[in-house]
């Protein structure tokens, strides 16, 4: 039975995986988005989600316990920085994980990783949205006949008189 082994362990000794993970990470946060095969995208989302979540509050202690999981100052200071500020008010569910097909060689199947508050086509169109209400009646047809009623509505008017 395998219970409590919700860890994927990819194929990899623990020494290997853990380094995956960092490298992966590094990557992740110094470019915003990156592409890797399914497991390790979703490996790498459980990996993340919670360093991203210490990163809200910046303390030197908080700065330690995500350095000893990345290993990499450069990261540290892009996601203290930069990212931590941006999701500040955002409850969890930091990264978005994309099926972008399946690789040519061996038909894996690829993810596309990514920060959600980072995806500027994203936050684009969403506010798009929000701006604008599309109708699916022509607003030409409507003012002319707006325009045919008003003259007649005067007309009777007058007539009343």
Known sequence: MRHNKAINHLGRKSG????????????????????????????????????????????????????????????????????????????????????????????ADMALVEFVDFNEAALEAASKKEEKKATRRSRAKKAAAAKEEAPEAQETKAEEE
């Not at 995956?20 to 993340?48: E, F, G």
């Not at 210490?54 to 000893?68: A, G």
């Open 16 to 107: 290997h995986r853990k380094a995956m993970l960092a490298n992966m990470a590094s990557s992740l946060i110094q470019h915003k988005r990156i592409t890797t095969t399914l497991a390790k995208a979703k490996a790498l989302k459980m990996y993340m989600e919670p360093l991203i979540t210490k990163s809200k509050e910046d303390t030197t202690h908080s700065r330690r316990i995500v350095f000893s999981y990345l290993k990499n100052k450069e990261a540290i200071k892009e996601l203290f920085g930069t990212i931590a500020p941006k999701i500040s008010d955002r409850p969890g569910g930091y990264l978005r994980v994309l099926h972008s097909g399946f690789r040519k060689g061996d038909a």
